[in-house]
């Protein structure tokens, strides 16, 4: 079995607690507007690297001291779309005594995908937008999905933290903030929320690649509209990064 990885971070300090092996998987099926690695979209190519379970390890083990009170954690793309490979590494991980966090959207919903969902440590569950239709925009796919990975995370009591990057002129809207809270309040298995602000620092590499931006006039979000959505969430008893 082997895995298609697009790139590797061996200092990693905001995919998970403490100092993580961030591992990129190649292929996504979402085509998020604001999505900085558009790189990575593409199942069919390799990516940079092409390796089984147990090579992936070896280099994870290289740097085991470093990651010692952190872990791994793999990030894409969406990981998601290579689930038996996933269920292997992070096999391996446990039995070196590695923690490991999953990055996801929850876009891809099966019976393999339960089973990574099982084994692995923490999810941090991106949800894009909380209304359908707008989610449906804003990233090309459907919101059902990635309910539905959630209530499994809450029915496993799966520890969670939910990512929302918060974008002006789409998510940055109060009504909006206040129903996400609110749908998300419920769920005993949130153990934070990270809120997002959306920057537009991957616009050069679309003009690298020859693609169209389509967020290019949209401002980044100010320090001001970042901590009324914190509040927003705290307001409703989440804990907020």
């Known amino acids: 079995m082997l ?3 697009h790139s590797l971070e061996s200092f990693g300090t905001v995919d998970g607690p403490g100092i ?4 990129f998987l190649q292929g ?4 998020c507007l604001y ?3 558009p790189d990575t979209w593409d199942p069919k190519q ?3 690297y092409v390796l089984s379970p147990e090579e992936l390890l070896t280099e994870v083990l290289r740097y085991k001291s470093f ?3 952190g872990g791994v954690t793999i990030t894409g793309g969406e990981p998601l779309l290579q689930p038996e490979f996933l269920n292997e590494f992070f096999s391996l991980c446990k039995e070196n005594g590695i ?3 999953l990055d996801t959207s929850g876009a891809i919903f099966t019976e393999a995908v339960q089973k990574v969902f099982d084994i692995v440590d923490l999810v941090l569950l991106d949800v894009k937008s909380i209304d359908a239709d707008q989610h449906k925009k804003l990233t090309g796919v459907r919101i059902d999905n990635t309910l539905q990975s959630l209530n499994y995370l809450e029915e496993k009591n799966k520890p969670t933290w939910v990512r ?13 903030l206040k129903r996400t809270a609110d749908y998300l309040a419920p769920y005993r298995c949130i153990e934070k929320v990270e809120l997002l602000p959306y920057h537009d620092m991957g616009a050069r590499k679309y003009e690298q690649l020859g693609m169209e931006y389509r967020l290019e006039n949209t401002s980044p979000l100010s320090k001001e509209r970042l901590e009324n959505a914190r509040n927003i969430f705290r307001n409703v008893g989440l804990q907020v990064l």
Not at 20 to 23: A, E, G, P, Q
Not at 166 to 175: C, Q, S
């Open 46 to 48: 390799t990516g940079k």
């Open 67 to 69: 990651i010692a009170k």
């Open 28 to 31: 996504c099926p979402l085509r």
């Open 20 to 23: 993580r092996f961030v591992v």
């Open 99 to 101: 923690h490991t966090a």
């Open 3 to 5: 895995g298609r990885i």
């Open 35 to 37: 999505c900085h690695n």
């Open 164 to 176: 929302h990057v918060i974008v002006p002129g789409w998510t940055d809207d109060d009504l909006l």
